[in-house]
């Protein structure tokens, strides 16, 4: 064998490695469930690569995770006959952190103060890492599916790894044993007792069997059978199996809305999506994929085949499909009328199912539109043919709303008498928009007028004709004409947009004194207590649009 090398970590591991350690992350038992879910992973990447090359399988075709605990040395192995790594594999997975968002992570950990840093760390999902939340040294022996040689990696967390070859007798025949030597405060970990709650609170749902042996040489006992969850019947499957297996996916929330059907007819597929509660740290990462896994009669295949559109990257969960072959490549699942189906149908049950909350339960709606309203409009810009089931979706900030929230049909409920429009005002929070004078002359009359804070707001309004025949328009273009609109009689004589004289001659000296600086200036009725306010062309871009399309953003 050769002798270890020492490596160092890249430099943000080492970071989140101190972060973790040192978080008030109370929940520790997370490092087990990351553990079994690589194992798991690992059986299905091997049954996939096993489609081309069945002899990977050898004499071993069933998969299967085993815990061993070990109290009498305080150690933990996690051993799975999944694909396995070569020694350079682990230098690559384990000695990097492959996800984009690390960096941007680590900072956000570090400015957040106490709770919520703790919170981002469970949002992020730390993956391997995690294993040194409750180990002083991590041990890695693997052999890779139809290789001969083992190797071992070997840490302590503390900013170096090695890597070396291994002892064949001292090996798994095919894949990965992870064993932890637990810290002192963390030696419940090697008790048979805490590793079954463990693993039947988290990890019941994973599609291998678990097996725990008690103590080195004790015959195993199965802790889960590795069925998959969502070819279960509905009938059989608890609130709670459901969020199980949907933390199993990597979420630290409560579910609000769980998708799930099996497509009969032309297209036979089953689908299970979980819509979350809470946001991930990540949801404006362009760089984001969506979290939809592909299986082929249960065979993993992928987790970026596109299954929804992207507005409804926020949604968790896997569609089974049995048309299919097993040997679908890249190319084909992009250009796959069948996957295209799919898609169609699954963003039909997932967009229904997010109606009927909005129908049944409007608080827990409010909250699914608190964390991804942002993300669901920008599908009124993309989405032609949904965008008036999602204008019906969407929850608006308005004039009127209060601290709630108002639809779309609720403000054509309310139009005043001749008012032929939508209004907006685009930009800021709502608490700011709420002081800007273009309101002056719409809170005059009652109009009531949708606040919109997003960035892509000022995009869709741009783009939509409009929603049940009236036009979307921004308070900051042109004459909205407000002067058909009647205001209530006591306010009737708070202003008037006249030309006297004394106007007159104020506009020409503004006129004279601004030049080119503006297209026109003229008497409006859109102000009552404000002297005077800047406003967009009627057409073209309104002005927050104007300001973010010459690039200042808000
Ligand atoms: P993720 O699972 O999200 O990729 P992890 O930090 O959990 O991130 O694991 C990093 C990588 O290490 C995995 O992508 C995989 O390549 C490798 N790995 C971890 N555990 C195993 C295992 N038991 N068998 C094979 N590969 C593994
Ligand atoms: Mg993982």
């Given at each position: 064998a050769t002798s270890p090398e020492s490596r160092p970590f890249e430099a943000d591991v080492a970071k989140l490695l101190h972060l973790m350690v040192h978080s008030v992350y109370s929940d520790k038992d997370v490092f087990l469930r990351e553990l079994v879910s690589n194992a798991a992973d690992a059986c299905e990447k091997l049954r996939f690569e096993a489609i081309s090359r069945p002899e990977l399988l050898a004499d071993d075709p069933k998969p299967r995770i085993t815990l061993t605990a070990d109290a009498a040395n305080r150690r933990l192995s996690i051993e799975d006959n999944g694909v396995g790594m070569s020694g350079e594999e682990m230098v690559e997975a384990l000695g990097t952190i492959a996800r984009s968002g690390t960096k941007a992570f680590i900072e956000r950990v570090e400015a957040a103060q106490g709770k919520e840093g703790a919170h981002l760390i469970g949002q992020f999902g730390v993956g391997f890492y995690s294993a040194f939340m409750v180990a002083e040294r991590v041990e890695v022996v693997s052999r890779r599916a139809g290789a001969d040689e083992p190797s071992i990696w070997s840490s302590d967390g503390q900013g170096t790894f090695t890597v070396a070859t291994a002892d064949p007798a001292d090996a798994p025949a095919r894949g990965t044993r992870v064993t932890l030597h637990l810290l002192e405060d963390a030696a419940s970990y090697a008790e048979a007792w805490t590793l079954e709650r463990a693993v039947k609170a988290q990890s019941g749902h994973v599609p291998a069997p678990v097996y725990l042996v008690e103590a080195p040489g004790v015959e195993p006992r199965a802790l889960s059978d590795g069925a998959a969850l969502w070819l279960k019947p509905k009938a059989d499957i608890s609130k709670e199996d459901y969020a199980e297996f949907y933390r199993g996916l990597g979420a630290f929330d409560e579910p609000a809305v769980t998708t799930h059907f099996r497509a009969e007819g032309r297209h036979e597929y089953v689908a299970l999506a979980f819509t979350p509660s809470a946001a991930p740290y990540d949801l404006f990462d362009t760089e984001r994929s969506g979290r939809m896994k592909l299986y082929v009669k249960r065979v993993f295949i992928t987790d970026d085949a596109e299954l929804l559109p992207r507005y409804l990257r926020f949604v968790r969960g896997l569609v089974d499909s049995s048309d299919l072959p097993l040997n679908v490549s890249r190319e084909m699942i992009q250009e796959s009328p069948v996957l295209a189906a799919i898609?169609?149908?699954?963003?039909?049950?997932?967009?229904?199912?997010?109606?009927?909350?909005?129908?049944?339960?409007?608080?827990?709606?409010?909250?699914?539109?608190?964390?991804?309203?942002?993300?669901?409009?920008?599908?009124?810009?993309?989405?032609?043919?949904?965008?008036?089931?999602?204008?019906?979706?969407?929850?608006?900030?308005?004039?009127?709303?209060?601290?709630?929230?108002?639809?779309?049909?609720?403000?054509?409920?309310?139009?005043?008498?001749?008012?032929?429009?939508?209004?907006?005002?685009?930009?800021?929070?709502?608490?700011?928009?709420?002081?800007?004078?273009?309101?002056?002359?719409?809170?005059?009359?009652?109009?009531?007028?949708?606040?919109?804070?997003d960035a892509i707001d000022s995009f869709w309004t741009s783009s939509v004709q409009g929603f049940e025949g009236k036009p979307f328009k921004s308070v900051t273009q042109g004459a909205a004409d407000l002067s058909l609109i009647a205001k209530p009689e006591a306010a009737e004589d708070a202003s008037a947009a006249e030309a006297t004289p004394a106007v007159t001659a104020f506009i020409d000296f503004a006129k004279a004194t601004l030049g080119e600086k503006v297209s026109d200036v003229r008497a409006s009725d859109r102000l009552t207590e404000s002297p005077v306010c800047l406003v967009a062309p009627d057409h073209g871009p309104d002005r927050q649009l104007e300001k973010i399309l010459a690039g200042s953003g808000r």
């Open positions: 898609r169609k149908g699954v963003t039909n049950r997932v967009l229904g199912d997010l109606e009927k909350l909005a129908d049944n339960d409007a608080e827990s709606f409010a909250k699914v539109w608190e964390a991804f309203g942002a993300v669901v409009k920008e599908g009124i810009y993309e989405d032609f043919e949904r965008r008036d089931q999602l204008l019906g979706l969407a929850r608006f900030r308005t004039t009127a709303s209060g601290e709630g929230f108002r639809t779309l049909k609720q403000y054509l409920a309310d139009l005043k008498d001749n008012q032929t429009a939508i209004y907006y005002l685009a930009g800021a929070e709502p608490e700011r928009l709420k002081a800007s004078p273009h309101l002056e002359g719409f809170r005059a009359r009652g109009v009531e007028v949708l606040l919109l804070s």
